[in-house]
């Protein structure tokens, strides 16, 4: 079977407050994007990438995509997260069999190593249900009561951080969320629904996703990092 990658980027990044969706802002001299898109098109084992931007986006065609050999653009975006990977999936049907892997990554996620791309892949690849990068928790989390007073503490022993890629055959990923309808925020929890155990590949810290202005500097010190 051979390996997708699905990003969607039909998001308008209202946390970010940019006056333009922050896919586009600009990191490390290239749009946020480029750097999400850079990690599958450089990694042999990726046949192709499809990109889900909104109908309405503007912005795409700025850029010159020529050094990207696997792109195919999908504007198909929809109202949520869940919406745009689900009609991306719908869109390429005639591309891709039920068994292929699809690695769904956000666009928001521009500092994904190829160390941390590779070990998902090798820990995935013979699994029968599918698998996520994630992050054990570090800190110790609260759960909120009256007046916004500390009701409990939460252990986080076994709490994990969702990241992306998330990794699961085509033909189950697209019937897991066409049940789970538009609001789960990952592909995990969509296959956690049809009663299935995804596996957590131990992430870290670099794989962040930006949703704050601060964000962006702190992704710009993982790239400059990760480049020397
Ligand atoms: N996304 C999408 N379609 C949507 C909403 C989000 O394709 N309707 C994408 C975003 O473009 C991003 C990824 O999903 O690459 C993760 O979402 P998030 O970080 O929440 O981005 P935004 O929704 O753009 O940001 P915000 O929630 O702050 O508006
Ligand atoms: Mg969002």
């Excluded at 990191?27 to 450089?42: D, K, N, S, V, Y």
């Excluded at 999908?74 to 109202?79: F, N, P, Q, S």
């Excluded at 989390?141 to 998330?166: D, F, N, Y």
Aim: aromatic residues 8%; negative net charge; contains cysteine.
């Amino acid at each position: 079977s051979r390996h997708f990658a699905l990003l969607p980027a039909a998001g308008v990044g209202a946390r970010m407050g940019a006056d333009f969706p922050k896919q586009y802002l600009e990191l490390a001299g290239r749009p946020m994007i480029w750097h999400a898109l850079r990690a599958f098109e450089t990694h042999a084992a990726i046949s192709r990438i499809y990109v889900v931007l909104s109908a309405a986006d503007g912005y795409w065609e700025g850029y010159d995509w020529s050094g990207f050999a696997k792109l195919s653009v999908l504007r198909c975006g929809g109202e949520t997260r869940a919406q745009s990977v689900l009609n991306g999936l719908e869109a390429i049907a005639d591309e891709v069999a039920e068994q292929d892997w699809m690695l769904v990554h956000d666009a928001a996620r521009p500092c994904l190593s190829r160390a941390l791309l590779d070990k998902l892949l090798e820990a995935v690849r013979d699994d029968a249900v599918g698998g996520i990068l994630a992050a054990p928790v570090a800190d110790t989390l609260k759960r909120e009561g009256h007046g916004q007073r500390i009701r409990e503490t939460v252990p986080r022993q076994g709490l994990w951080g969702a990241q992306t890629p998330q990794m699961f055959r085509y033909g189950l990923l697209r019937e897991a969320l066409r049940r789970a309808g538009a609001e789960v925020t990952d592909e995990a929890s969509a296959i956690e629904h049809l009663g299935l155990s995804p596996l957590l590949v131990e992430s870290d810290a670099s794989n962040l996703k930006v949703t704050f202005p601060h964000d962006l500097e702190v992704a710009g010190w993982w790239l400059d990092r990760c480049s020397k």
